[in-house]
T-cell receptor, first 113, second 112 residues
């Protein structure tokens, strides 16, 4: 069990560019969550998948954000036309079943300059 | 809007003391509750989960849940300087999604 893996760990991008993050959940974990965290705040829910189905998106998730989980394995989170306000830590977590413990990856720290 | 409230702190305790961290939540139907520890610049690390009213102990950690009062707490016995971190309370949403909603965390400082 290698845990949840996220790539890249750090990303610096210019405003207006597109970025894509990858998350590899724990093997056989059906649930996958994406969160965003800024300094001094708790993780804020963005979206989640049950297997390959994206079941809910936060109202805070603008149209510039899109996520996929093809074949219910790894997931990607894309941000189009990045803005400075997108600068944050993007966290991925997975759990084996709904309502059970979620385990986080190391996170991807995004800086938009 | 489902909310999870925590005192942001910092909570400062001497080494060897008991640290008590508290959390209240608004979603009365929640059935799953979690405590995470987060060191500065790192991702959250699961400490404990609790699903039933009462106490659950794991080593130096005890989680306490009172669903009637919508209150969950974490006690850390024999606190060590290495316990200094932010502690996040997470509550699973009711209604079938079970999405964990997080509080903003309580900063704990254990001084020698």
């Amino acid at each position: 069990d290698t845990g949840v893996s996220q790539d890249p760990r750090h990303k610096i991008t210019k405003r207006g560019q597109n970025v894509t993050f990858r998350c590899d959940p724990i093997s056989e974990h059906n649930r996958l969550y994406w969160y965003r965290q800024t300094l001094g705040q708790g993780p804020e829910f963005l979206t989640y998948f049950q297997n390959e189905a994206q079941l809910e998106k936060s109202r805070l998730l603008s149209d510039r954000f899109s996520a996929e989980r093809p074949k219910g394995s790894f997931s990607t989170l894309e941000i189009q036309r990045t803005e400075q306000g997108d600068s944050a830590m993007y966290l991925c977590a997975s759990s084996s079943h709904p309502g059970t413990e979620a385990f986080f990856g190391q996170g991807t720290r995004l800086t938009v300059v | 809007q489902k909310e999870v409230e925590q005192n942001s702190g910092p909570l400062s305790v001497p080494e060897g003391a008991i640290a008590s961290l508290n959390c209240t939540y608004s979603d009365r139907g929640s059935q799953s509750f979690f405590w995470y520890r987060q060191y500065s610049g790192k991702s959250p690390e699961l400490i404990m989960s609790i699903y039933s009213n009462g106490d659950k102990e794991d080593g130096r950690f005890t989680a306490q849940l009172n669903k009637a009062s919508q209150y969950v707490s974490l006690l850390i016995r024999d606190s060590q300087p290495s316990d200094s971190a932010t502690y996040l309370c997470a509550v699973g949403a009711s209604g079938g999604s079970y999405i964990p909603t997080f509080g903003r965390g309580t900063s704990l400082i254990v001084h020698p």
